[in-house]
């Protein structure tokens, strides 16, 4: 199972980025998606989550101006991200908990990608 993260870059303050994160290979279900990012010099923290079903939650610092979604036919999530902001750079993770086609269920990671916000 791979997670492939794309749509990071460099963007001015205020501005827009959409983040996706597609799945690929023993795949029976994905249970929890979510986003999480990590800062220079700073522990990882998460961004947001959403359920199979579709319910969200979002860190604090994001509320209002991100939003992750899913398409669960394409095994995608994405997270839109708008009125960035300096302190949003950082490196952008997805995370995926799945189960494979033999029953097993485990957590998988993105290889990151770089998100920089200009003042």
């Known amino acids: 199972v791979q997670l492939q993260a794309s749509g990071g870059g460099l963007v001015q303050a205020g501005g827009s980025l959409r983040l996706s994160c597609v799945a690929s290979g023993d795949i029976f279900s994905i249970n929890g998606m979510g986003w999480y990012r990590q800062a220079p010099g700073k522990q990882r923290e998460l961004v947001a989550i959403?359920?199979?079903?579709?319910?969200?939650a979002y860190a604090d610092s994001v509320k209002g101006r991100f939003t992750i979604s899913r398409d669960n036919a394409k095994l995608t999530a994405y997270l839109q991200m708008n009125s960035l902001r300096p302190e949003d750079t950082a490196v952008y993770y997805c995370?995926?908990?799945?189960?494979?086609?033999?029953?097993?269920?485990?957590?998988?990671w993105g290889q990151g990608t770089l998100v920089t916000v200009s003042s």
């Open positions: 995370n995926a908990l799945i189960r494979s086609t033999w029953g097993r269920e485990a957590d998988y």
């Open positions: 959403i359920t199979s079903g579709g319910s969200t």
